[in-house]
């Protein structure tokens, strides 16, 4: 069965950075686009950004461009989020979510979803 | 910007009836739309795709409609473990946004 596991979640100082991973087992891994979906405590669902099948395409929403990185390793099976220069705005849930699709789009709704990992930002 | 409104906020409904649930797009969606429940402390889980296809395993109570900007999610006959927050959720904007409703919170009356 399908399974997504997230970790590297903590409390982290504003301003410093911190590395989210999400391993995952129970399909083909270098097949499927994935995404990282946040939600902050009591409030709805963001999406995060997405990176294509090969890696070749990542998305971004505008709160996190260019502080955020997304990536996958397929020798691993896992997939990353770097986020840099984080503020008490990135304080959340995290979620890594699978689609049934290769390709950033089309057929991008999220069939699985991690259990999530909570990050706080705070001094 | 593509804003996904829900409403309402909260419904309140009693076991055994009908809830019927709103979304509605700042622009058209065609038919790629999800919709989506979360129970406290868990992660949601898929309901519905393509505006009106049942995920595997969801049961049949679950039913979704609309296209373009209008969309409604039916839960025919409500069960104790359907009381959840449900967001809805497009997948046609390009570039990619991935925009998520604000939510309904779906309560016991």
């Known amino acids: 069965q399908v399974q997504l596991v997230e970790s590297g979640g903590g409390v982290v100082q504003p301003g410093r950075s911190l590395r989210l991973s999400c391993a995952a087992s129970?399909?083909?891994?270098?097949?499927?686009?994935l995404h990282w979906v946040r939600q902050a405590p009591g409030k709805g669902l963001e999406w995060v950004a997405v990176?294509?099948?090969?890696?070749?395409?990542?998305y971004y929403a505008d709160s996190v461009k260019g502080r955020f990185t997304i990536s996958r390793d397929h020798s691993k099976n896992t997939l990353y989020l770097q986020m840099n220069s984080l503020t008490s705005e990135d304080t959340a849930a995290y979620y890594c979510?699978?689609?049934?699709?290769?390709?950033?789009?089309?057929?991008?709704?999220?069939?699985?979803w991690g259990q999530g990992t909570l990050v706080t930002v705070s001094s | 910007e593509m804003v996904m409104t829900q409403s309402p906020a909260t419904l309140s409904v009693s076991p055994g009836e009908r809830a019927t649930l709103s979304c509605r797009a700042s622009?058209?969606?065609?038919?790629?739309l999800a919709w989506y429940q979360q129970k406290p402390g868990q992660a949601p889980r898929l309901l519905i795709y393509?505006?009106?296809t049942r995920a595997t395993g969801i049961p049949a109570r679950f039913s979704g409609s609309g296209s373009g900007t209008e969309f409604t999610l039916t839960i025919s006959s409500l069960q104790s473990e359907d009381f959840a927050v449900y967001y809805c959720?497009?997948?046609?904007?390009?570039?990619?946004?991935?925009?998520f409703g604000q939510g309904t919170k779906l309560e016991i009356k």
């Open positions: 979510a699978k689609v049934p699709a290769q390709t950033v789009g089309v057929r991008n709704y999220f069939d699985y």
């Open positions: 129970g399909f083909t891994f270098s097949s499927y686009a």
């Open positions: 990176i294509s099948y090969d890696g070749s395409d990542k």
């Open positions: 622009q058209s969606v065609s038919s790629n």
């Open positions: 393509g505006a009106s």
């Open positions: 959720q497009q997948y046609n904007n390009w570039p990619p946004s991935y925009t």
